[in-house]
């Protein structure tokens, strides 16, 4: 027998319709030599830190004591319920595939985890824990659900050992997601007394939205002049904007320049038409699949997610959670077959083999998503499910559409003197091609008729205009930039999607400099949102005063948690995957980052910006002669509540962190040494000063 564990009860019934004549028994299925049963998700997660390192006797909450916490060798466990128990279902389920391991008939274990690094781990790890003797083992490795694909895997399986580097991969990746998270998620929620859920990807994250809005609200806009011209020429308004600006204090000088455009006047020196064809948008990734149902149908990334991973394993549609937008070259029958089928649904497609679909230099572990064979019942799918499948159905049929979008492009060059040119674009559409499928964002542009030579009417004058604020983060752009953080923000899409070279992008992904990845990435965003740090309204993310607590938080800690830093560790997973480096090394470099913020307790720098722990005695209150303590915000009398004492010191004054070590001065002293790095709100110019007390309150003391 060959006992195939899959990743979920949903894959396990495909796959069971892929080999037919199966029946159920309990917790698995029977037949035809195949025995199916399945995982439901992570049957096993890592132990908690306690496992390694006990709290001390009487220790009921997390403490300093058994942080920071580095396991010599990583444990699983059977994972536990929402209330932190055992989980029966779970306990029932392995026992089950446990069993099946062990089975004298059992010759072969397949695993069917979902085909990602992911999935990878999942069945390794039951598999590890149940199996009590060596046994042969194989990968079932599916780009789709259908029965037809199925069948075709089964009879392609290779030895698991093949996929070793994947599941080291996504084991470095699970290691150093729990160093991060346990030690610095506990530290930071001693140090500030609220919960601060501190992680290698949630953190850049809320970081990013963080700077995008203290941009927009620090925001002040600036005036400038720019030369403009709106004349009329044979009956049409011609407008030109020069590339040439003025500060504001400069009018006079714009208008100078104005006159001189004005005295030379202005000529055609050349116009081209031509015909030519345009190119459809390129298969969908799954994150630019989120961008495009994020803006149009105002659909979060969670949500999409959710409805195209339905639609995968109902067998509609290819595996979701991939990075790249090409097929592999070994696709190209199977892409034949899916033609085929449209053709009969009245679509005009035709195979084409061109680099810009099939590329396999731009595909890591999974092609684009495409529709399978199997065309869903409209009428059985929601009106989101279809939102979904109908995006990824269009496209596909855009880029194998047989009639061509053909177009009239024109160009008009306009002189003004020798002072400068001015080009004028315009496109319309005389065959609709594909668009009459997919959507097409350009609109139809048609320029005024003139010819080589010909004479343009200008005025030119200086226009006030202002600068504008950055934009918030949307899903598209945020989306961009967490695919390669590093990458300049374009002010819009290349309009000849098939003409873009984005060798350098799938580069930066394939290096591992994404923050997150397809696979991860929506549920962190959607972590972010229910901790309540950021907001999605309609498809504009926007940070909450708890996502800026928790980034000013870090600050004040010293705790780096910028892409530059989780790109790094990115990086260090992908030299995983190729096996360029071990686990262990990963895991080394992950280790070494977080000692750094246990470490700074003899570091001076660290010591003149260190906080404290929440609660932690400072000193005695100048006021009411009660207890200081270190509180969320700052540092405050004790006896609030008993006496209504008001004393208080903040934890930030005009843009510097107060430490602990200047408060203690404070109290004891009456002030402190000189501390630098203060910020004037006025000016925004640095300066020195010492804090004193004054009539009970903190003030700055420049002598």
């Known amino acids: 027998m060959i006992l195939i564990i899959a990743e979920k009860p949903s894959l396990a019934r495909n796959i069971c319709a892929g080999i037919g004549q199966m029946q159920k028994k309990n917790g698995y299925f029977e037949g035809c030599g195949y025995l199916v049963s399945w995982a439901f998700g992570h049957l096993f997660g890592l132990c908690d830190i306690e496992s390694y390192r006990p709290l001390p006797e009487g220790q009921k909450y997390w403490c300093m004591d058994n942080l920071p916490c580095f396991p010599s060798e990583f444990r699983y466990e059977l994972r536990k319920g929402d209330n932190g128990d055992r989980d029966d279902g779970v306990i029932r389920q392995f026992k089950i595939i446990e069993d099946l391991c062990n089975r004298p008939d059992v010759e072969k274990i397949v695993n069917a985890g979902d085909a990602d690094r992911e999935g990878e781990i999942i069945v390794r790890t039951c598999v590890n824990k149940a199996l009590k003797s060596p046994k042969p083992l194989l990968r079932l490795w599916l780009p789709d659900q259908t029965p037809e694909t199925v069948a075709a895997a089964l009879s392609d399986m290779k030895s698991e050992d093949e996929y070793d580097n994947l599941a080291n991969e996504g084991y470095a990746r699970t290691f150093i997601d729990w160093l991060y998270g346990v030690n610095l998620t506990r530290y930071a929620t001693l140090k500030s007394g609220k919960l601060l859920r501190v992680g290698r990807v949630i953190v850049p994250i809320v970081l990013a939205i963080y700077e995008r809005d203290m941009a927009i609200r620090n925001f ?10 709106k004349a009329e020429t044979n009956g049409e308004i011609i407008e030109l904007q020069s590339k040439t600006k003025f500060d504001k204090t400069e009018f006079v000088k714009a208008k100078n320049l104005c006159d001189q455009y004005n005295a030379v006047g202005a000529t055609v020196t050349e116009v081209k038409k031509k015909k030519d064809t345009l190119s459809p948008g390129k298969l969908y ?209 290349n309009s000849d999607p098939e003409k873009a070279d984005d060798t350098e992008e799938y580069k930066a992904i394939f290096e591992g400099l994404e923050l997150g990845t397809e696979a991860t990435r929506t549920g962190i965003i959607d972590n972010a949102r229910k901790s309540g740090y950021i907001k999605l309204n309609k498809d504009v993310y926007t940070i909450l005063p708890d996502g800026e607590y928790l980034i000013e938080s870090l600050k004040a ?100 962190v107060i430490p602990i070590s200047a408060v203690k001065q404070l109290l004891t002293n009456g002030r402190t040494e000189k501390l630098s790095g203060f910020v004037s709100k006025k000016s925004g110019k640095s300066f020195d000063a010492c804090l004193k007390l004054e009539e009970g309150r903190a003030v700055f003391d420049f002598y």
């Open 557 to 656: 800690m010293q705790i780096s948690m910028d892409k530059y830093k989780t790109a790094e560790l990115g990086k260090s997973l992908k030299r995983v995957f190729r096996g360029e480096c071990s686990v262990g090394d990963s895991v080394e470099l992950a280790k070494a980052e977080i000692s750094e913020v246990f470490d700074r307790k003899g570091d001076s720098f660290a010591n003149d910006t260190d906080i404290g722990f929440f609660m932690q005695t400072v000193g005695k209150c100048p006021l009411c002669g009660g207890e200081v303590r270190r509180t969320n915000f700052g540092y405050g009398c004790g006896s609030y509540r008993e006496n209504g004492c008001k004393f208080a010191v903040s934890m930030r004054i005009c843009g510097r």
């Open 285 to 493: 990734s799954l994150s630019k699949l989120q961008n495009v149902l994020g803006k149009k149908y105002k659909m979060s990334m969670a949500e999409s997610l959710e409805i195209v991973q339905k639609l995968y394993e109902e067998g509609y549609l290819t595996y979701p959670r991939t990075n790249s937008e090409y097929l592999a070259t070994a696709e190209k029958d199977k892409i034949r077959k899916i033609i085929e089928n449209c053709k009969k649904l009245g679509y005009p497609l035709a195979f084409k083999d061109k680099k810009t679909i099939f590329d396999d230099s731009k595909i890591e572990s999974h092609s684009a998503l495409t529709p399978t064979y199997k065309i869903p019942d409209k009428s059985r799918l929601s009106e989101k499910e279809m939102q979904v499948y109908s995006t990824v159905f269009r496209r596909f049929v855009a880029v194998f559409c047989a009639e061509d979008c053909v177009v009239n492009k024109s160009e008009i060059k306009i002189a003004v003197g020798d002072l400068e040119e001015f080009a004028l674009k315009g496109t319309v559409i005389v065959e609709r091609g594909w668009t009459k499928y997919d959507d097409y964002s350009g609109k139809d542009k048609v320029l005024p008729q003139l010819n080589k030579g010909d004479a343009v009417n200008i005025n030119f004058e200086p226009v006030e205009k202002e600068t504008n604020p950055p934009k918030h983060y949307t899903i598209e752009t945020l989306n961009n930039y967490l695919k390669n953080p590093f990458k300049a923000e374009k002010a819009q899409e």
């Open 220 to 229: 002040v806009p600036d005036v400038y002049y720019a030369l403009v011209s």
